[in-house]
């Protein structure tokens, strides 16, 4: 059976591949009123880590903007 970091990214791979603004708009009402429910989620230990990495490239100014991220992600999902 998998385990929820596994499903988890799968899903998230998945994700990323749809291009239906509506059924991206459909699956955010879904996990938004999800997450609702279920209170605050708790963190894996590699999770907090990403986030303290991330602090740490915040600080030092390691930054770059909305608009070269998207870019990028174009480029690597044209690349699959």
């Known amino acids: 059976m998998a385990t929820v970091d596994k499903i988890r990214s799968e899903l998230i791979d998945k994700i990323?591949?749809?291009k239906n603004k509506?059924?991206?708009m459909a699956l955010n009402t879904l996990v938004s009123s999800n997450a609702a429910?279920?209170?605050s989620a708790e963190l894996t230990p590699e999770q907090k880590e990403m986030l303290e990495m991330s602090e740490a490239d915040i600080k030092k100014g390691?930054?770059?903007?909305?608009?070269?991220?998207?870019?990028?992600?174009?480029?690597?999902?044209?690349?699959?």
């Open 37 to 39: 429910d279920s209170g």
């Open 62 to 80: 390691h930054l770059i903007s909305q608009e070269a991220m998207d870019k990028r992600n174009l480029e690597w999902l044209n690349g699959l």
């Open 22 to 24: 509506d059924f991206l």
């Open 16 to 18: 990323l591949a749809i």
